[in-house]
């Protein structure tokens, strides 16, 4: 069974802090890779694609690690508006374009 | 944004009644899927489809059914409602290609009671 594993949380970090999340894959025939961020209730929306040579925006860098099948995300200088969770999602690729996510990781930032 | 959007975005309905959730999208995506999101089960994937008619079934696609009849429109059918049913539901949709992001649309919360 293909699957996409996080780290299960919560994290409760306080403002200011640095952190990071880390997500394996077992598809190594993957194509594409991302990080979405789903506030309570709400739909979950793109963070950032995840890119072979790693990519930042701003606070926040994702990198890919295709041989040990890694994605991480950090996180710099928390906000407490970063609380939320956030999926580590995988695009298979392939005719069906199927997208496998994991189960995402809470986080939240206190005062 | 991108334009997607679902109906009804909250229903409850009785056990054994059918139930159709819609899913509409003005981007001309090929790729659309519905998911169910449940606490500590994270996202699930129903059903797909990659086309107009060409649908296929995800890792929990007992009790529903969909249907692709126009690019716009994906429908998801529950055909006789049971209260595992109750749950989040989002509609998705992806561009054709191997680096395409998915957007969401903003669920629909379903209870089955």
């Known amino acids: 069974r293909k699957e996409v594993e996080q780290d299960p949380g919560p994290f409760n970090v306080p403002e200011g802090a640095t952190v990071a999340f880390n997500c394996t894959y077992s598809n190594s025939a993957s194509q594409s890779f991302f990080w979405y961020r789903q506030d309570c209730r709400k739909e979950p929306k793109l963070l950032m694609s995840v890119y072979s040579s790693g990519n930042e925006d701003g606070r926040f860098t994702a990198q890919l690690n295709r041989a040990s099948q890694y994605i991480s995300l950090l996180i710099r200088d928390s906000k407490l508006s970063d609380s939320a969770t956030y999926l580590c999602v995988v695009n298979e690729g392939g005719s069906q374009g199927n997208l496998i996510f994991g189960k995402g990781t809470k986080l939240s930032v206190k005062p | ?113």
């Open chain 2, 1 to 113: 944004d991108a334009g997607i959007t679902q109906s009804p975005r909250h229903k409850v309905t009785e056990t054994g009644t059918p139930v159709t959730l819609r899913c509409h999208q003005t981007e001309n995506h090929r790729y659309m899927y519905w998911y169910r999101q449940d606490p500590g089960h994270g996202l699930r994937l129903i059903h797909y489809s990659y086309g107009v008619k060409d649908t296929d079934k995800g890792e929990v696609s007992d009790g529903y059914s969909v249907s692709r009849s126009k690019t716009e429109d994906f429908l998801l059918t529950l055909e006789s409602a049971t209260s595992s049913q109750t749950s989040v539901y989002f509609c998705a949709i992806t561009a054709q290609g191997r680096r395409t992001e998915a957007f969401f649309g903003q669920g629909t919360r379903l209870t089955v009671v």
